[in-house]
């Protein structure tokens, strides 16, 4: 009987020790950046090959071709330029009055009988109602983001259109600050010198957020987010 108690005990020491571990590791799994494959594959270089007498392999670049990106794997500079804002602005007003009234003066003789003392007849019926309504609602948002970034060619696209991805992290104190683009661009719109203007991709996504002290201090508390949740005034 001690035994087994003893293997019990034994056991859940272990177990207490390691859930710290598991704990760390799930918060260390979490706060890892998630990458996508297709950034991260590296482009292999074209194997040279001068077996057919020529000079120009399939990584040379042409007389008469320019550096524009056109293939997996080139580089293309991305001018961030977002400027939104949109305001709208409701206003509602309405109100009602009504009013009613009824009387009989004359009822089969009745006017003249003792029910007059206590009953008028001429003012049967005397009934006013009225309501009124008055709202206003406005709404505003502004939002202004420049930034220039490199992106990556991940694939061409049949049609020709490229599919591009770009990453910079930037880390200042012990503080990330993280810009990610992703979308779809055309050759004919990336200018000579190789830059797109963010304006000119196609189902663009652009996310810059931070990591570290900093941006950590512009949350609340996880316990003031489950008070938000559960309370219910």
Known sequence: ?????????????????????????????QSAEVATPAFDEQIPAPQVNYNNGSLWQASSTGLA????????????????????????????GTSRDSSISAGIPKLLGLE???????????????????????????????????????????????NGNMLIEGRRNVRVNNEDQIIILTGTVRGRDVSADNTINSALIADARISYSGKGVISDRQKPGWLLNALDKIWPF
Request: charged residues 25%; proline residues 3%; glycine residues 4%.
């Open 112 to 158: 003249k009988t003792p029910i007059k003392s206590w009953a008028d007849l001429a003012n049967m019926l005397s009934a006013s109602y009225g309501s009124k309504f008055d709202g206003a609602g406005s709404t505003s948002r502004q939002e202004n983001l420049q930034a220039t970034i490199s992106a990556k060619v991940v694939d061409v696209i049949p």
């Open 1 to 29: 009987m001690d035994r087994k108690k003893s293997n019990s005990l034994t056991i859940l020491k272990a177990a207490a020790l390691c859930l710290p571990l598991f704990w760390l590791s799930a918060c260390a799994h």
């Open 65 to 92: 071709e320019d550096m524009k990106a056109r293939r997996r794997g080139d580089i293309i500079t991305v001018v961030i330029s977002e400027n939104a804002s949109a305001s709208k602005k409701a206003a509602t």
